[in-house]
């Protein structure tokens, strides 16, 4: 199974050290709500890229990241090289990654996030984009690296992060909702959400201190299943949020906490 210490191996310490914790950043910020430190570590996930690709093409990996003078220039230039047939990942590194990285670059310098001036204010829009591409840059690296395919690349970045919140709080095998008056059903989402994998529907159930197992199946665990917001395995007794749930999580139950703070 690919771990964080594992998905990169190739590359220095530092250097995967500092893509890991560039994403994990954008995620957690994400997650909060607090839109402009997710569009600024864009910026630095930006960097970290670049000098992982321009470390493959050139053959040796720096020990850690550096910014070049001009992103957009530097990226360009990469275009320019000489195509490597016996590179893998090769068209990747030198044309579809680097015409990513300035559109990322773009939101953190001139969206009126990383400087006074720009004329669209950090916003959740801008956020998500910023997500959604370091994600897609992230599983486009574990799939190079290791050889896999698309989905299953996506898979494994899914499971490098763990989206974590505030609200939900960690104590070893341990998960509690720190809000008694939410909803059974929106704590286990919440619960599932910020966990990366499946969770057995009993361990779900102490979670959530929902005190008959029998009810909660058939009272939290079934309609939630049935609205497509969790993926309930009854044979397999486990649980997983869907694609679904997770929007459910992030526009409703998450905004609502981020504009109660505004």
């Given at each position: 199974m690919i771990t964080p210490q594992t998905a990169f191996s190739s590359l220095s310490a530092g250097l995967r050290g500092e893509l890991l914790d560039s994403f994990r950043s954008i995620v957690t910020n994400y997650t909060e709500g607090r839109w402009e430190p997710a569009e600024l570590n864009g910026g630095k996930f930006c960097e970290v890229v670049y000098s992982i690709i321009e470390g493959a093409l050139s053959g040796s990996f720096p020990s850690a990241a550096s910014k070049p003078p001009n992103m957009v220039a530097a990226c360009r230039a990469l275009e320019t090289r000489a195509a490597n047939p016996a590179?893998?990942?090769?068209?990747?590194?030198?044309?579809?990654?680097p015409r990513l990285l300035p559109y990322l670059y773009e939101i953190r310098n001139n969206r009126g996030v990383g400087h006074v001036g720009g004329d669209v204010n950090p916003n959740r829009a801008?956020?998500?984009?910023?997500?959604?591409?370091?994600?897609?840059?992230?599983?486009?690296?574990?799939?190079?690296f290791h050889g896999t395919s698309v989905e299953e690349a996506q898979s494994i970045v899914d499971t490098l992060v763990t989206r974590r919140h505030p609200?939900?709080?960690r104590s070893d095998e341990l998960r509690r909702v720190l809000d008694p008056s939410m909803k059974k059903a929106d704590q286990a989402?919440?619960?599932?959400?910020?966990?990366s994998g499946w969770v057995s529907s009993e361990e779900l159930r102490k979670w959530v201190e929902y005190a008959n197992s029998s009810q909660f199946r058939r009272r939290v665990l079934a309609p939630l299943h049935n609205a497509r917001l969790i993926e309930y395995e009854r044979a397999g007794c486990r649980t997983k949020i869907?694609?679904?749930?997770?929007?459910?999580?992030?526009?409703?139950?998450l905004r609502e906490r981020v504009a109660g703070r505004n």
């Open positions: 590179l893998v990942g090769d068209r990747s590194f030198r044309i579809l990654i801008d956020a998500e984009a910023v997500l959604a591409a370091t994600s897609w840059l992230m599983a486009e690296l574990v799939r190079i609200l939900v709080w989402l919440i619960l599932l959400y910020s966990e869907s694609p679904l749930g997770v929007r459910e999580v992030e526009d409703r139950l």
